[in-house]
């Protein structure tokens, strides 16, 4: 299966659990609870690819199976700045680039096949929030002039910071089989990415949007 990478053009290498009261068989729900409320503890930061591999979903919605990293060419799984500028053209150029946006390392992971469905996220941390959220809208910006389409920049179907990129068919001259979904999102020091091929626009919508809530829920706060 080919990776799907987005090959950067340019310079831009381019999810409150409610709690609900559990109704008891004599109509008493309230508890009393010893202690003092805390809140919980936040996720630390990642301090290697190996930290961040730990942070990716291993389920999609859509139920497709999960592939494994070398089923995927290139392969998919571990990221460093080289391996990224391996995606252009030109990736001596592109190591510099990645190297101003402050690229530290990444994690990718597919689902389906590149016959049909398939669901990709990619995870990259950054030095900082700037360097994260310049990668994921400039990566944004290539990508839809790549494939001829509109971005919106702020989709009302999926969290703040988030572009939407959607492609009506398979184009024989890229790598998407059918209708198809990207996004991509800066959260804090992270830029995360999802690309959804389905059997419709709206089903890949659908997945990106519930892909990217999981996604980032499992990630530390902005």
Known sequence: MSSGRPAPRRGAVVLLVVLACVACACGACARAVDGVPTAA??????????????MLITRVPSGLPRLEDDEVRPRAGEKDAGDVAE?????LHEREVLEDYGYRFGWERFWGSDSGPMTSVFVDQFDHRSGASAYARDLARNEAG???????????ELPGGCHLLTVDGPDPQTRLAGPAALAWCGHGVFSVSATVVADSVSSAQDEVAAVLEQQLARLPPR
């Open 146 to 156: 790549y494939y001829g389409a509109a971005l919106m920049e702020r989709a009302p």
């Open 87 to 91: 995606y252009s053209g030109d990736p």
């Open 41 to 54: 503890q936040a996720a630390p930061t990642p301090g290697s690819a190996a930290d961040l591999e730990a």
